[in-house]
């Protein structure tokens, strides 16, 4: 499976916005929400491993934001980033073997993302974004509000994947 980009289709009125998503043969078992207070948190390089590797369905619900991805799998397009720049309604398909991560462009930004495997901690890898060559490239000597653990990551190629 390869990453996919869509757009929902969305209506909008005085009311708001409603969009709606059809995914077939997909059984997500768990809704994410990442609420985002200012623009510039970075969120990521996240995946998880082995047999509790996710699919990832992520999608923008406020804000925008630079979602990127890194093809962890063994093939053609190892290590190979691919990069989105996603608004209000734009969806990204993330497939089992790749880190996942994201920088919001703007205050109040809200992504949600539905996972096909639950969390588990003991899967759970944080990788440090500046050891992905096209990441750092874009973003070093920039100023990120991230987390500690992800501020912490242990580098790629440093952790079993």
């Given amino acids: 499976m390869e990453p996919i980009l869509s757009k929902s289709i969305a209506v909008a009125d005085d009311r708001g916005v409603f969009s709606a998503t059809s995914i077939e043969d997909k059984r997500w078992i768990q809704t994410n929400v990442s609420y985002n207070r200012v623009k510039n948190v970075f969120r990521g390089m996240h995946l998880q491993k082995g047999k509790f590797a996710q699919d990832k369905l992520v999608k923008v619900v406020n804000g925008s934001i630079v979602d990127m991805i890194v093809d962890l799998r063994k093939g053609d397009n190892y290590l190979r980033l691919y990069t989105y720049n996603m608004e ?74």
Wanted: proline share 7%.
């Fill in 88 to 161: 209000i309604g734009d969806e990204l398909l993330v497939p089992k073997g790749f880190a996942h991560g994201f920088l919001t462009l703007e205050e109040h930004t809200v992504v949600q993302y539905l996972v096909d495997a639950p969390y588990t901690p003991s899967a759970d890898v944080s990788l440090n974004w500046k050891s992905f060559e096209g990441i750092k490239e874009m973003y070093e000597g920039q100023d990120f509000l991230m987390s500690p653990k992800d501020a912490n990551a242990p580098d790629f190629g440093t952790v079993e994947i």
